[in-house]
């Protein structure tokens, strides 16, 4: 396998950017994990703006003073609750990128699996993740190292050959953008499909305009349906 100088940093880099994307987590009981995974289903099905901290301890079957415990605002409770999504986000991408046969694959991988956990079923709770500073902040933060991380992957397709020498931050950027609109629902509705299929088809037909070798990632033959 190709491991020339510039391959390897690209490789470097992308473990680099996955490991930020994760970060580490705050070690919680039995208990507080089932109360944030049930906060977590209120948020993500109504946001967390119309819930006071009673009604989110009504709904979750706990005590305020429980809530108080895991944190001191209901907004501290949602930064940890997205920190949460994005954690086993990054672990769920990093998982299907292990699989992947090459950058190309790599690239649909980490779209598939990112964007439909971090973006698809927020339509509910993304205005209150804008409103609230810290975790606008926050969220932007992952937006722009998953967009770097979708560079550094085009960095070594180019490096092995597979790409033509191409702008990679201006190719993350629109493999990004196109796919966080093609996984939004009301797109979703008009085309009939799941996110994970309109993302991988998008995405293997916007990669046919840089790509030198083809991909196992974009054979018809390897793709459901």
């Known amino acids: 396998m190709n491991r020339t100088p510039a391959r390897a940093t690209a490789v470097s880099m992308i473990e680099r950017r996955l490991s930020m994307l994760g970060g580490d987590q705050p070690r919680y009981t039995t208990r507080q994990e089932a109360i944030l995974e049930a906060i977590e289903t209120v948020f993500l099905s109504e946001g967390f703006r119309r819930c006071t901290v009673r009604d989110l301890a009504n709904?979750?079957?706990?005590s305020s003073r429980t809530l108080y415990e895991l944190a001191p605002t209901k907004e501290e409770l949602l930064h940890i609750v997205l920190e949460r999504i994005w954690v086993r986000a990054s672990a769920q991408a990093r998982a299907e990128m292990d699989r992947a046969p090459d950058p190309a694959a790599k690239l649909i991988a980490f779209l598939r699996s990112s964007v439909v956990i971090l973006w698809s079923p927020w339509s509910n709770l993304m205005q209150d993740i804008?409103?609230?500073?810290?975790?606008?902040?926050?969220?932007?933060?992952h937006v722009h190292a998953?967009?770097?991380?979708?560079?550094?992957?085009?960095?070594?397709?180019i490096a092995?050959?597979?790409f033509h020498?191409?702008?990679?931050?201006?190719?993350?950027?629109?493999l990004a953008a196109g796919a966080i609109r093609v996984a939004s629902p009301d797109v979703l509705e008009q085309v009939g499909m799941d996110a994970v299929d309109a993302i991988q088809l998008v995405t293997e037909n916007l990669l046919k305009g840089i790509l030198v070798q083809p991909s196992h990632a974009t054979k018809p033959n390897n793709r459901k349906g």
Request: proline content about 5%; hydrophobic content about 45%; some cysteine.
């Open 130 to 141: 804008l409103a609230y500073a810290p975790t606008s902040n926050r969220f932007e933060s």
């Open 146 to 157: 998953a967009i770097g991380l979708l560079g550094d992957i085009v960095t070594e397709g």
């Open 165 to 174: 020498p191409v702008d990679a931050t201006l190719i993350a950027e629109f």
């Open 160 to 162: 092995i050959g597979q």
């Open 59 to 62: 709904r979750v079957g706990c």
